[in-house]
């Protein structure tokens, strides 16, 4: 009889342990489910912002006909790759002598780069240099915003960096700022909102 209820005991105590084990290894289940549903969930969002800021960038076109035209730089010209907004028609007219006085204001840059000693802390330094070309084509070739607005200013977040990266250059071409979507240079900042967007993503899919 004593060793039948040892026995009893003890096979109470191992389905015990089971079924506490068993459901240890449920609620992991069920946790990672939930935590797997919670990424994908915000995945979807990034995912919608990221065709939202695209959309928003695309829009432009739409918005500004017919004073504004969709065209493009020719390969050749200096400014061909950094400038894809829209332009006026007079500003696309004048594309040949504007990409020279872009080339002008990089080349005058340059030279003072090539002079310095030390590239990483004398001004110009080359964080400087990384983003002129941008700022002097976006200066020379503005961006068309509408009827009234054919030349648009340069974004105000390219010149606070520009202002940043290049104090002891003249900031005469960020007198006149704009934070409208149709601001020249619009298109980097969109840019800059895609890679986080899909950084995030990356970032809560592996963790």
Not at 15 to 36: D, E, V
Not at 117 to 137: G, K, M, Q, V
């Amino acid at each position: 009889m004593k060793q039948n209820e040892e026995f009893l005991q003890k096979f109470g105590s191992t389905i015990t342990r089971n079924l506490s084990a068993n459901s240890r290894n449920s609620r992991k289940i069920i946790s990672n489910k939930i935590n797997t549903s919670g990424k994908l969930f915000i995945l979807v969002i990034l995912m919608t912002l990221l065709s939202c800021v695209v959309y928003k960038a695309n829009a432009q076109i739409a918005l500004t006909e017919p004073v504004c035209y969709d065209t493009n730089l020719d390969p050749e010209d200096y400014c061909y790759g950094s400038v894809s907004w829209n332009m006026s028609v007079a500003v696309f007219n004048e594309r040949v002598t504007r990409n020279k006085l872009a080339l002008s204001d990089y080349s005058l840059l340059l030279s003072k780069w090539q002079a310095n000693e030390d590239r990483s802390t004398e001004n110009p330094t080359s964080d400087c240099l990384a983003i002129a070309r941008d700022i002097y084509c976006a200066y020379r070739i503005p961006s068309c915003g509408g009827e009234g607005k054919e030349e648009m200013p340069i974004c105000g977040f390219m010149c606070t960096l520009f202002k940043r990266r290049c104090p002891d250059e003249n900031h005469d071409l960020c007198s006149k700022t704009s934070d409208k979507s149709t601001c020249s240079l619009s298109e980097m900042q969109n840019r800059i909102m895609q890679i986080m967007i899909i950084s995030l993503g990356l970032l809560f899919l592996l963790y």
